[in-house]
T-cell receptor, first 112, second 115 residues
Framework: EDQVTQSPEALRLQEGESSSLNCSYT??????LFWYRQDPGKGPEFLFT???AGEEKEKERLKATLTKKESFLHITAPKPEDSATYLC?????????????FGKGTKLTVNP | ETGVTQTPRHLVMGMTNKKSLKCEQH?????MYWYKQSAKKPLELMFV???????ENNSVPSRFSPECPNSSHLFLHLHTLQPEDSALYLC??????????????FGSGTRLTVV
């Protein structure tokens, strides 16, 4: 069964203090690993898809990396507007299933 | 309107009521999903529709009944719910099959409270 574990559960940073969020996964054949951002009272917003180990993607202050066992979301010089819950999800080869399996998320708070 | 729209945003219902959640997507996608999001738990997949056909039902109790009349609309019919069914219900869409690798588009959700 596909599983996703995210750590830490919550993270508080000062503005400008860079850090990383972790997503460990087990999946029977990885089709894709996804990062989403979720603001309170809203649905998750798509950030990145990573397909294979060694791949990296960047968007503004965010950079996602992927190994065979985990993914990191690096946040460089964060700003208060980066405060949100960040969700990781994987899609595996399960008979062509389209479903994503999500982790519990990391709640990031960036203080000014 | 663009994206995925869910109505109502908030719903309070008694355990004997019948209500429906509605989801509409304007993205031309052909797969739609219902997820349940509870506090301290990962998003739980409930139903998947691909090309208007239900392709997955993740052991969801029969008090939840989905309906997908066309590729743009998805409903979740609710009846005789329990307090533990209180949660945020999220609808999402994607372009199946391979298109889901480009990420789902989620609606803002319906916050359901069962009293």
């Amino acid at each position: 069964e596909d599983q996703v574990t995210q750590s830490p559960e919550a993270l508080r940073l000062q503005e400008g203090e860079s850090s990383s969020l972790n997503c460990s996964y087990t999946v029977s054949g990885l089709r894709g690993l996804f990062w989403y951002r979720q603001d309170p009272g809203k649905g998750p917003e798509f950030l990145f898809t990573l397909y294979s180990a060694g791949e990296e993607k960047e968007k503004e202050r965010l950079k996602a990396t992927l190994t065979k066992k985990e993914s990191f979301l690096h946040i460089t010089a964060p700003k208060p507007e980066d405060s949100a819950t960040y969700l990781c999800a994987v899609q595996g080869y399960q008979g062509g299933s389209e479903k994503l399996v999500f982790g519990k998320g990391t709640k990031l708070t960036v203080n000014p | 309107e663009t994206g995925v729209t869910q109505t109502p945003r908030h719903l309070v219902m008694g355990m004997t009521n019948k209500k429906s959640l509605k989801c509409e997507q304007h993205l031309g996608h052909n797969a739609m999903y219902w997820y349940k999001q509870s506090a301290k738990k990962p998003l739980e997949l409930m139903f998947v529709y691909s090309l208007e056909e239900r392709v997955e039902n993740n052991s969801v109790p029969s008090r939840f009944s989905p309906e997908c009349p066309n590729s743009s609309h998805l409903f979740l019919h609710l009846h005789t719910l329990q307090p533990e069914d209180s949660a945020l219900y999220l609808c999402a869409s994607s372009q199946a099959p391979a298109g889901s690798l480009f990420g789902y588009t989620f609606g803002s959700g319906t916050r359901l409270t069962v009293v």
